[in-house]
Structure formats: structure tokens, C-alpha cells
């Protein structure tokens, strides 16, 4: 006849059970999905379109898409206003553009000044509402923002004999209201539904509160990431 657990053992063995049964259910099914946490942004300072002082640190959405480029590029910027516009009316589409901030940030700070971004405002998707930014600043600022903030490597456009050559790939990012990226993309590689659904995911998890608040954290543990 088989002698029954001690209490505690069988306490032990439940809570272990539900450990495993909660590690495999967060692990396969995903019933909370996230996007990584990658690199804190550096607090930047630049000029808008506008004028106006842009600072990165002192925005109150919950969500500021990134895009990165040169007005001199002119496949790049095709490429870049093409998914703004698509990622603006899927936004829109969903209720979600009011909760979202999108800035355009030059690599080639030298050349693009405010005159040259008021000039791309005209074809820029959404750049006379007012959470839609185009910033400049020294090259120094934009070093450190891309750079160093965004990790997107850069070199400024070197003239050669077939026109300017530039060392950048279009890329979006998304930067959290804590100030911290959340996703890379190569703009030749993504659509805007792609961007789209993971703004969504951003924004669920900055709604989320009590219970719900531990279950992101969770899913931040179980690096439980879309596929």
C-alpha cells in the first residue's frame, strides 16, 4: 500500500505542477504577445519643420514612429513616404492614429535644413497634423540619435561621379513611451500592415493595468514575440 505524500510535499509538487503547466502555456500558446525590449533611446534635441524644438524625452504618446532617411535619396524617400502613407490610413482605419507620433529624422543634416524639410512637407503623408515631425539638427545630434539611439548605422553622402552615393538603408523604428525601441525595419522590406500590428501590440500593452500589467511581464519573460 503506497504511503500518502507529507502535506508539504504534496503542496511542493502542485505549485511546481502549475509552474510548469503556466512556463508551457506561455511558451506555446502565447496568449500575450509582445515586441522585444532592445536599446533605451538617447535623449535628443532637434528642430522640426516647424521651427520648433522637437525633444525626444518629453513625449507624452505612447508610440513614436521613427523614419530615417535623406531628401537627397530620392528612391529612398519614394520608398519611405509610400509606407507612411499606407501605415497613416491603417492607423486611421483602426482609431489609432491620435495615439501615434511620427517624425522623420535626415542623415544628411547638412544638406537638409528646416527650408529643405518645409519644402518635403508638402508630399510628406500627415506632416501638417500636429503629431507628425520632419527634424534636422547638427551633425553631431543626428549621430548620436540615429546612431547611437536608434542603432542605425550611417555615413554621410559622398558626391561621386554618378551623383551621391549614400551609406544608409531607409529604416523605420519605434520607439516606446518609455523611451526605448521596440523595432527595426528596413523600409524596402516591410509593409505597412506589418508595422501596423506591431503598433497595435505597443499600444495594448501601454493600456494594460493591474493583472494585466503582470501578464506583459510575464509575456516579456517567455520572450513571448509575434512569429
Not at 504618446?61 to 535623406?70: D, E, H, L, R, T
Not at 561621379?161 to 523595432?183: I, K, M, T, W
Request: proline share 7%; hydrophobic share 45%.
Amino acid at each position: 500500500m503506497a504511503r500518502p505524500w507529507p502535506g508539504g510535499v504534496k503542496i511542493a509538487a502542485i505549485l511546481a505542477t502549475a509552474l510548469l503547466a503556466g512556463t508551457l502555456y506561455f511558451a506555446l500558446a502565447r496568449p500575450v504577445q509582445v515586441l522585444p525590449l532592445l536599446d533605451p533611446v538617447v535623449p535628443f534635441t532637434m528642430v522640426d519643420h516647424r521651427g520648433q524644438v522637437y525633444r525626444s524625452h518629453r513625449r507624452a504618446g505612447p508610440v513614436v514612429a521613427y523614419a530615417v532617411g535623406a531628401t537627397r535619396d530620392a528612391a529612398g524617400m519614394g520608398l519611405t513616404l509610400r509606407l507612411l502613407d499606407g501605415l497613416q490610413r491603417e492607423l486611421a482605419a483602426r482609431g489609432w492614429w491620435d495615439r501615434v507620433e511620427v517624425a522623420f529624422v535626415t542623415v544628411d543634416p547638412e544638406h537638409d535644413g528646416p527650408d529643405v524639410l518645409r519644402a518635403l512637407a508638402e508630399t510628406f503623408p500627415g506632416a501638417a497634423q500636429p503629431n507628425v515631425s520632419l527634424l534636422t539638427g547638427s551633425p553631431v545630434t543626428v549621430r548620436l540619435a540615429v546612431g547611437a539611439g536608434f542603432g542605425i548605422y550611417f555615413e554621410p553622402p559622398v558626391m561621386t561621379g554618378d551623383g551621391f552615393r549614400f551609406g544608409h538603408e531607409p529604416a523605420l523604428v519605434l520607439v516606446d513611451g518609455q523611451g526605448v525601441v521596440r523595432a527595426r525595419y528596413r523600409v524596402r522590406r516591410v509593409g505597412a500592415a506589418r508595422v501596423t500590428r506591431d503598433i497595435g501590440l505597443l499600444l495594448r500593452e501601454a493600456d494594460a493595468k493591474g493583472v494585466s500589467r503582470a501578464i506583459y511581464r510575464a509575456a516579456h519573460l517567455f520572450l513571448c514575440y509575434p512569429r
